[in-house]
């Protein structure tokens, strides 16, 4: 199971692109990225998934180098509503299969 | 509307007494698991089903016990609570749980207090 890193929290303001990158330099052959959010006392929500590359959609877009060691969400224009919690999962079906999330960064949206 | 639902909402307990979280989802999903979510902790998965009567241990399931018994319902069991239960409870599912590219519907959370 690839273990991720991300920082822990961020800044921005208002109208930002904010980018969020996350390592995983054990990821597997097989595994993908996949990226949740979650509001203060709510579930998390799937946002974005990838496998190389790139892919966006009308959340967000996930950039991923060739050689998938980390992955970057970008969030384009935040606003206030997207301070939340980000957690970037890898492969995070185990031979157990058990899913794990990190720790997740904690983005802040200032005025 | 595709959901996830848990019940209560909010609990304030005494420790000792049993208490049941349920968990139901109406999209007909094999796979169904439960979270608590602690403050530095992260979420943490307590139990997992992979589909009718087969569940299996997450990383903390002690003091916890599940069930299902039917595909839609997915109930968390604290027999006898304890204070250091106090936490946020979320439940999930996935069309199957074999794929990491499934996309896990989370509940809108238990919070739940042990006294």
């Known amino acids: 199971l690839a273990k991720t890193t991300q920082p822990i929290s961020m800044d921005s303001y208002e109208g930002q692109e904010v980018n969020i990158t996350c390592s995983h330099n054990n990821i597997a052959t097989n595994d993908y990225i996949t990226w949740y959010q979650q509001f203060p006392s709510q579930g998390p929500r799937f946002i974005i998934q990838g496998y190389k590359t790139k892919v966006t959609n009308e959340v967000a877009s996930l950039f991923i180098p060739a050689d998938r060691k980390s992955s970057t969400l970008s969030l384009p224009r935040v606003s206030l509503s997207d301070t939340a919690v980000y957690y970037c999962l890898v492969g995070a079906m185990d031979s157990s299969y058990k899913l794990i999330f990190g720790s997740g960064t904690r983005l802040l949206v200032r005025p | 509307e595709a959901q996830v639902t848990q019940n209560p909402r909010y609990l304030i307990t005494v420790t000792g007494k049993k208490l049941t979280v349920t968990c139901s989802q109406n999209?007909?999903?094999?796979?169904m698991s439960w979270y608590r979510q602690d403050p530095g902790l992260g979420l943490r998965q307590i139990y997992y089903s992979m589909n009718v009567e087969v569940t299996d241990k997450g990383d903390v399931p002690e003091g916890y016990k599940v069930s299902r018994k039917e595909k839609r319902n997915f109930p968390l069991i604290l027999e006898s609570p304890s204070p250091n239960q106090t936490s946020l409870y979320f439940c999930a599912s996935s069309l199957w749980g074999l794929d990491a590219t499934n996309e896990q519907f989370f509940g809108p959370g238990t919070r739940l207090t042990v006294l």
């Open positions: 999209m007909n999903h094999e796979y």
